[in-house]
C-alpha cells in the first residue's frame, strides 16, 4: 500500500508538471500571438490618424483621383511656395505597372522551375538547382539596382534605339526585369513545397486512368496546389510592391503617369522614403502625405489578399 500511495503521488506529482508546462507554453504563444495583433492595430492606427491630419489640408477626391504628383510645398510662412499637388493616381500606375512586368516574369519561370523540380528532376539535380534558385532571395537589393541601372538600362535602351525606340535611360521596364529576377524564389519554393505536399495518390489515380504525366500535372495536381501557389504569388506580389532600391536606381524618381514600360515611372514606396527624407516639417501636408501613402498601399494590398483568397476558395472546394 506504501508502495502503491508512493506511485500515485509520483504520478500526480508528474501530471501537474505537465499541466503547468502546457500552461506556460499556451501563455507564451497567446503572448506572441498578442504582440503580433496590437503592432498591426498600432500600425494600422498610426496610418489611419496621420492620414485623417493630412486630409484636413488636402481633399481625398484629389488624392485618390488626383493625375499630378508634385509635393513642394513652402516649408517656411515667408517662403514662397506652391501649393503642391497631390494626387496619387501617377504613383499607383507605376507601382502596378513595374510590379506587374515582375510578376510577368517571375510567375511563369518559378512556376515552371518548381513543377521542373518537384515532378521531373533528379535528386542530385534537385539538390543542385533547388539552393541556386534560392540565393538569388539572399541577394542585397542594392545590387540587383546596380546591375538594373549599369547593365540593363544601357542594354535596353541601345537595343531600343536600334529598334527604333525611345527608351527613357530610366525606364520600368529595367526594373520590372531585375525585380522579377529577383522575386523568382518566392514563387519556385513555395510553389514547389505545395506541388510536393499534393497527395501522391492524387498523381498515381490520374495515371493509372490513362493520364500523361503532364496532363497529370496539368488538371490533378496544380489545382490541388492552387491555395500555395497563389500564396507564392502573394509574397512575390507584396515583396515587388514593396521594393525602393531597385525602383530608385533603375526607374527614376519621375511621377509620370504612363502605362509605357520604356519610360520613367517613380512608385508608392519610393515616393514614401524620399518624403521622410532629410529635415521635414512633420505637420506639413508634404510629410503627412506620406502616411496617407501607406494606408492607400495598404488597402490595395487588403484588397488583392481578400479577392485571392476568394478565388483560392472557390478552387479548393472541388478538392475537400
Given amino acids: 500500500m506504501v508502495v502503491l500511495g508512493i506511485a500515485a503521488g509520483s504520478a500526480a506529482a508528474r501530471n501537474r508538471r505537465r499541466v503547468l508546462r502546457e500552461r506556460l507554453v499556451l501563455a ?26 493630412f486630409f484636413q489640408v488636402i481633399p481625398v477626391t484629389d488624392f485618390l483621383f488626383g ?5 513642394q510645398t513652402a516649408i517656411r510662412a515667408d517662403q514662397v511656395g506652391a501649393s503642391g499637388q497631390f494626387g496619387a493616381v501617377p504613383l499607383l500606375a507605376g507601382t502596378f505597372l513595374i510590379s506587374a512586368i515582375a510578376l510577368t516574369v517571375a510567375g511563369p519561370v518559378g512556376l515552371f522551375s518548381a513543377i521542373y523540380l518537384s515532378e521531373y528532376a533528379a535528386p542530385f539535380v534537385r539538390a543542385i538547382v533547388k539552393p ?6 539572399g541577394i542585397p537589393t542594392v545590387v540587383y539596382g546596380f546591375f538594373a541601372a549599369l ?81 507564392g504569388l502573394l509574397l512575390a506580389a507584396s515583396r515587388a ?3 525602393t532600391m531597385i525602383v530608385v536606381m533603375a526607374a527614376g524618381l519621375s511621377a509620370n503617369l504612363t502605362l509605357n514600360p520604356l519610360e520613367a515611372v517613380t512608385t508608392v514606396t519610393v515616393q514614401i522614403v524620399t518624403l521622410l527624407t532629410g529635415d521635414q516639417e512633420f505637420d506639413s501636408a508634404k510629410t503627412l502625405s506620406a502616411f496617407a501613402l501607406g494606408l492607400l498601399l495598404f488597402l490595395v494590398t487588403l484588397v488583392f489578399n481578400v479577392a485571392a483568397l476568394r478565388v483560392v476558395k472557390k478552387y479548393r472546394e472541388h478538392y475537400e
Avoid: C
Fill in 151 to 231: 547593365v540593363v538600362a544601357p542594354l535596353l535602351r541601345q537595343g531600343g534605339e536600334a529598334a527604333g525606340f525611345e527608351v527613357s535611360s530610366e525606364s520600368a521596364l529595367a526594373a520590372g526585369l531585375i525585380m522579377g529576377v529577383m522575386i523568382i524564389p518566392f514563387v519556385s519554393s513555395i510553389s514547389d513545397d505545395a506541388i510536393t505536399a499534393v497527395p501522391r495518390n492524387l498523381k498515381e489515380g490520374a495515371l493509372g486512368l490513362g493520364a500523361t504525366r503532364s496532363e497529370a500535372i496539368r488538371q490533378v495536381i496544380l489545382p490541388a496546389a492552387l491555395p500555395g501557389i497563389v500564396g
Fill in 132 to 137: 541556386a534558385l534560392e540565393i538569388l532571395a
Fill in 241 to 243: 510592391i514593396g521594393e
Fill in 67 to 71: 493625375l499630378h504628383w508634385s509635393p
Fill in 28 to 53: 507564451i504563444l497567446v503572448a506572441g500571438s498578442t504582440v503580433a495583433v496590437l503592432t498591426t492595430i498600432g500600425i494600422v492606427l498610426s496610418l489611419v490618424i496621420e492620414s485623417y491630419r
